[in-house]
């Protein structure tokens, strides 16, 4: 390190946050426990065929009865912050607002345990496991289910935000409407019409914005209010600038055939209108709106929460036109064939930010693996300690930039239920034995254990 020049030593911003990040449904288990009612995922389980080997999150890693032992393998980790959903269906058991005492009960318990381990929570709100009861009436369909979802953030900021400061409204609006509204491979397992799909994200959106003014408004604790997206990223293909500017458009482009896209999601939230692209490419199937709808959408956030994992090469064709340039043979590839391109840290950040001009949070990063436990005990996982090293390295670049990105989420604490994927898919710090119950920490966790107590000066 002292023969490093300045320009070689890796130094995050001091106020800089790491931490990890799961979800409720993915780690909790307890799925028919203390009066939680179903969500479309449990239900979505029970088809044969839609989940791989027919698994469930039953059971999953039961941090719902193993939290405490979880909390303080974070704290082993010196863990700064840790991003946890909650379980809408855990906290309002019904349309007419019933709430259940045990639900809150154990996020009171969770809160209170991360505090005294010196871990600060940050909330996610929603994390795909609408409740069923919300899905029988039309689910994001429905208009009512705006309110439906404000009532539910209520119960939670009144009962939580005297301890908790960082909230998020909702994660991948993208992935549950696109996979789980046009694709089907997700729950709720709906094929819905184009026009169906951007009207259940319009309501999407004014549910998130009414819950960003519940948050502000009623908040016991100055909040920091923000949501976390999808960031889809387009990278350049080669340093020229044309390239690099076919990459911002390409990033900043909609697809007039789904939902897959940044800015139909992020513009009305931070610019207060849909893209003129949008709206063009979707042409009749676009929703009816109004501006008091987007002055609720556009409700202030303090930051823009980003998911990246990859990144898509593209090469400018003239025109600002633009086109995907081809993968390299034996590329690199996580488990679930992502490619690694770390420049994705790079660029996402750097093209929202210059869009939007808000703080950026990276609210998940990280790779799936084949994982186990060696004979001697350990953990290895060296594809993954590189996987994040190079990943670090670009938002680290990124930063000094000039991009203000404030955060960094390493997804996944542990291994969890990978949605459609089971639990073949392994993205933790920590190795979970389904059968037992049992956690290890990885060679990623001591790693980044590292990363953490320096402030990313191991990284150079």
């Known amino acids: 390190m002292l023969n490093k020049t300045l320009q070689e030593i890796v130094a995050f911003p001091v106020e800089f946050v790491w931490g990890a990040a799961t979800s409720a449904y993915q780690i909790e288990g307890a799925c028919a426990e203390e009066g939680r009612t179903p969500s479309v995922w449990d239900t979505f389980c029970l088809r044969k065929g839609a989940i791989q080997n027919n698994d469930s999150a039953d059971v999953a890693c039961d941090h719902y009865h193993r939290f405490r032992e979880d909390v303080q393998l974070m704290r082993k980790l010196t863990l700064p912050a840790y991003r946890f959903s909650v379980a809408w269906p855990r ?243 996580t488990t679930l064939e992502w490619t690694v391109r770390e420049e994705c840290l790079y660029w996402g950040p750097r093209f929202h930010a210059e869009r939007y001009s808000v703080p950026i949070v990276i609210t998940e990063n990280g790779m799936s693996n084949t994982d186990w436990v060696n004979l001697d005990g350990r953990v290895k996982d060296p594809q993954r300690i590189d996987y994040l090293h190079r990943h670090l390295l670009a938002l680290h670049r990124c930063i000094l930039d000039g991009i203000d990105i404030q955060g960094y989420f390493q997804w996944s604490l542990m291994d969890n239920f990978e949605w459609a994927e089971g639990f073949r898919r392994r993205f933790g710090l920590i190795h979970v034995d389904f059968e037992s119950g049992k956690r290890t920490l990885k060679d990623s966790a001591y790693w980044y254990q590292q990363v953490i107590q320096t402030n990313g000066q191991s990284l150079s």
């Open 91 to 333: 906290i309002i058991l019904d349309d007419s607002g019933r709430v259940n005492e045990a639900g809150l009960n154990f996020y009171d318990a969770l809160v209170d345990e991360l505090l005294a381990a010196d871990v600060q929570p940050w909330i996610t709100l929603f994390h795909w496991d609408l409740p069923q009861y919300v899905e029988d009436q039309g689910g994001w369909l429905n208009p009512r289910c705006v309110q439906w979802f404000a009532a539910y953030t209520q119960v939670v900021v009144q009962r939580l935000s005297d301890r908790v400061r960082h909230w998020i409204t909702l994660n991948e609006p993208q992935c549950f409407l696109h996979f789980g509204h046009g694709l089907c491979t997700h729950a709720p397992g709906n094929e819905l019409s184009l026009s169906e799909q951007l009207t259940a994200a319009h309501h999407v959106l004014l549910a998130h914005g009414r819950a960003t003014s519940i948050i502000r408004e009623t908040a016991k604790s100055t909040p920091r209010i923000g949501w976390a997206t999808v960031g889809h990223t387009m990278s350049p293909a080669s340093t020229d600038d044309l390239d690099i500017e076919a990459a911002r458009v390409a990033t900043m482009s909609v697809n007039k055939s789904n939902l897959w896209n940044n800015t139909w999601y992020s513009d009305p939230v931070f610019l207060g209108h849909y893209p003129e692209e949008g709206l063009k490419a979707y042409g009749a199937a676009a929703p009816q709106w109004d501006s008091r709808d987007m002055e609720i959408i556009s409700t202030p956030l303090d930051f823009l929460g980003l998911n990246i994992y990859t990144a898509t090469p593209v090469r400018a064709t003239g025109n600002c036109e633009w086109q995907e340039a081809a993968i390299p043979l034996g590329a690199a590839r």
